[in-house]
């Protein structure tokens, strides 16, 4: 059974950093797509940052040059490591994973999901 389970959310100010971390298990298969979304209050969730197994990585506009997602496969851990944070920033933040296929699609039907981590981030 793959179960996602994410760590290391919380609260800083704008301008700083934090690493979330998902770890990753129940799954045998080499080829996938994993990612980071999140849903900020009253809007609806979107993709930020995704990986696949040959490393690929691709990100949204918004968190470009700011975050950087990251996978260590002898763990199984997913991590986000996200710096000069902005206010706009604060969501809940979803580990997500897709199996038996590289492509990472915006429609988010076929991911296998964790249950989410609050980071808010200060003004």
């Known amino acids: 059974q793959v179960q996602l389970v994410e760590s290391g959310g919380g609260s800083v100010e704008a301008g700083g950093s934090l690493r979330i971390s998902c770890l990753v298990s129940?799954?045998?298969?080499?080829?996938?797509?994993m990612g980071w979304f999140r849903q900020a209050p009253g809007k609806e969730r979107e993709g930020i940052a995704t990986?696949?197994?040959?490393?690929?990585?691709s990100y949204r506009d918004s968190v470009k040059g700011r975050f950087a997602i990251s996978e260590d496969k002898s763990k199984g851990t997913l991590d986000l490591q996200m710096n000069s944070l902005k206010p706009e920033d604060t969501a809940m933040y979803y580990c997500?994973?897709?199996?038996?296929?590289?492509?990472?699609?915006?429609?988010?039907?076929?991911?296998?999901w964790g249950k989410g981590i609050l980071v808010t981030i200060s003004s």
């Open positions: 997500a994973a897709r199996f038996e296929d590289r492509s990472c699609p915006a429609t988010q039907t076929s991911y296998y």
């Open positions: 129940g799954y045998t298969s080499s080829t996938y797509c």
């Open positions: 990986i696949d197994s040959a490393g690929t990585t």
